[in-house]
């Protein structure tokens, strides 16, 4: 969602920041600005539209060498994306710029306070009463923090935000409560991002804020305080991305380099984790001993979206491994049903990103209520990853397409460690545990064959692509893969899909079957591939065509295509058939000429509600 640039040093600011907008694109927007400071003037640049619209609207004037800045990307929530709207948003007499990702719960009070003092309002946003009420503490302040703290004591609400004052020339104060904020520590600059990607290409030094933190950033370095003004004391962490992480790197798109890079993102997740003589996985981020892990009775999983479907794939994993009962629930759901905490049960907050609103307020509503909860994030220093405390990263590597891949996989990875050792402080044998820890340690050279068959799966998504409509089916372990096909496929090529348990169709779904309705079936080679084969046959039997995904052997001609998963141990198939779905939505998006890293309405993080 929005995305935060600030600058200040010796460089001239604007291409700094417009690069770093650049950077956060994907995060996802819909309009762009910068404002950068020059002998006491603050020039203003928005623009609705692309960053590249913004580089073009700058190009129309002459180049300002201002060596301090602060730029945004805005994603629509007070008003509609225009000029008008764009952010940064500055007060009457133009003193105070200001950036802001969140939402202010109560702009509608600011706001109608500020229009009683006589204050004139000229965008829709929440974020331009920031601008005016920053402007009128100044006078009773010692400093633009004191100001901006004083002003932050009146708003309820989620920021991230950066403010520019034109009376203080290199000079930036910055703000967190909700939405991410990181410095970075650059020798003789700082910069300032919502998000670690505008920032590597320039340092690795960083300083994440955590919430109710603010700072003051000058070119030789930053100090942090409270919002009750106390001091923090803060040193910067060196992070390990390098800046082509964030590069194509000669792929076409993200999405197609992130499903490339899932073998060694594999690896990396289980690089020092298996344990071969005692059959079983080290995660010594969860913080929990043997002792605590026998006392977890149950496991619940939340996530969003597609982290929530690997969240179900991990509790059939709990469940077969572990045999303790598991589930999963959407963590957008939770915190509003008034949910039973117990004591006993294991929470796993899963996010890539660690900054999804309803998964950091899910997992506030359990430490409130003491139940006692884990992180499974792919960002180190994200919110969740912070608000829990201890869990298990996911190593995936950053990921910047919006269609979550790589970092999905290594959720179900991560889980069946997971699965694995809660099962070996129990009953699974070392001989069962063995051939799960030799299951996984294949799983990079496995996902590297299912990729290999790339062409083959292009050529099914020519021969589908132009379907209105698809079902993906698919039982037990075959079911949260399922979701994740039709989610995956919905998201980037906007065709309509729908996942059912493959055993629920004959209960209503079946009557949409026929000639134009094809059908995803998931066909692990398990004790249910007879019934799986059965489903094949009743669709079959309505006119309706049938992709098959499997790694058993089918009756010859039973279904239309066939795409292929190779053989591993059962509990891990989710992992293995969930890539064929990626690369189908892949060809189809890409067939029907789609955006395929920006997909429509969508954004990588979702910070809002
Ligand atoms: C789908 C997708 C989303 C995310 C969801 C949660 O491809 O990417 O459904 O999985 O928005 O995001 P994170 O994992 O960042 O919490």
């Known amino acids: 969602m929005c995305g935060i640039v600030g600058y200040t040093g010796t460089r001239e600011a604007t291409p700094v920041l417009v690069e770093g907008l650049h950077r956060l694109e994907y995060r996802g927007y819909d309009s762009a600005g910068v404002a950068v400071l020059r002998r006491g003037k603050v020039g203003v640049t928005k623009t609705a539209g692309r960053v590249r619209d913004l580089r073009d609207r700058l190009a129309e004037s002459p180049p300002n060498p201002a060596t301090v800045g602060i730029a945004h990307t805005r994603w629509a929530t007070h008003g509609e994306p225009s000029d008008r709207n764009a952010h940064p948003h500055l007060d009457t007499e133009g003193r105070i710029a200001v950036v802001h990702n969140g939402i202010i719960e109560n702009a509608e009070q600011l706001r109608a306070r500020l229009t009683a003092r006589g204050v004139e309002l000229v965008s829709e946003t929440d974020t331009e009463a920031l601008a005016h009420m920053i402007a009128a503490e100044l006078a009773a302040a010692d400093s633009l923090e004191d100001a901006v703290r004083a002003a932050l004591r009146h708003v309820e609400g989620t920021y991230g935000l950066v403010v520019l004052d034109r009376t203080r020339p290199d000079e930036l104060v910055v703000a967190r409560n909700g939405s991410p904020i990181v410095l970075g520590v650059g020798d003789g600059e700082m910069f300032v991002a919502s998000d670690v990607a505008a920032l590597v290409h320039h340092t690795q030094r960083v300083v994440f804020l955590d919430d109710g933190e603010l700072a003051t950033v000058h070119p030789g370095g930053y100090r942090t305080s409270t919002l009750e003004a106390r001091r923090t004391s803060k040193e910067p962490t060196t992070v390990e991305l390098a800046a082509d992480d964030y590069e194509l790197g000669g792929h076409s798109d993200f999405m197609r380099k992130e499903m490339a890079e899932q073998p060694e993102a594999v690896a990396r997740a289980l690089r020092g984790r298996l344990d071969d003589r005692f059959a079983t996985a080290h995660l010594g981020g969860l913080g929990l001993d043997p002792m605590a892990l026998r006392a977890v009775r149950r496991v619940k999983f939340l996530g969003c979206g597609s982290a929530y479907y690997a969240g179900q794939m991990g509790a059939t994993l ?3 491994l572990a045999r303790i009962p598991a589930d999963a629930e959407p963590a957008s759901e939770f915190r509003y049903r008034d949910p039973v905490v117990d004591p006993d049960t294991l929470y796993v907050a899963i996010s890539q990103s660690g900054e999804t609103l309803d998964t950091l307020a899910a997992v506030q509503e359990l430490r409130r209520k003491g139940g006692r909860v884990i992180g499974a994030v792919n960002v180190v220093g994200s919110a969740i990853a912070r608000e829990c405390g201890s869990g298990v990263f996911l190593h995936a590597g950053p990921e910047v397409s919006v269609a979550s891949t790589k970092a999905l996989t290594n959720m179900t990875v991560s889980f069946a460690m997971l699965a694995l050792l809660l099962g070996r402080v129990r009953d699974l044998s070392a001989a069962a545990g063995l051939r799960v820890v030799t299951g996984l340690r294949a799983l990079p050279e496995r996902i590297e064959e299912v990729l290999a068959d790339d062409e083959r799966v292009r050529e099914v998504a020519k021969r589908y692509a132009h379907a209105r409509h ?3 089916l698919g039982r037990v372990r075959g079911w949260p893969v399922a979701r994740e096909g039709a989610q995956k496929l919905k998201e980037i090529s906007y065709v309509h899909a729908e996942a059912y ?25 398990d004790d249910l591939l007879a019934k799986n084969i059965g489903t094949i046959e009743q669709i079959k039997a309505r006119g309706g065509p049938v992709i098959a995904v499997t790694n058993a052997e089918l009756p010859a001609g039973l279904a239309d295509e066939v795409l292929r998963v190779p053989r591993g141990e059962p509990e ?18 890409a067939e029907l000429g789609r955006d395929i890293d920006k997909p429509r309405n969508l954004a990588k993080s979702v910070t809002v509600e």
Do not use: N
Not at 513 to 524: E, H, N, Q, R, T
Not at 572 to 589: E, F, K, N, R, S
């Open 318 to 320: 709990v469940e077969e």
């Open 470 to 472: 698809m079902f993906f």
């Open 501 to 525: 348990q493959a055993a629920e169709l004959k209960h209503g779904p079946l009557a949409l079957i026929d000639a134009d309705m094809p059908s995803v079936v998931l066909v692990p080679d």
């Open 572 to 589: 891990l198939d989710p992992i293995l058939l969930t890539v064929p779905l990626q690369l189908l939505a892949y060809h189809i998006a």
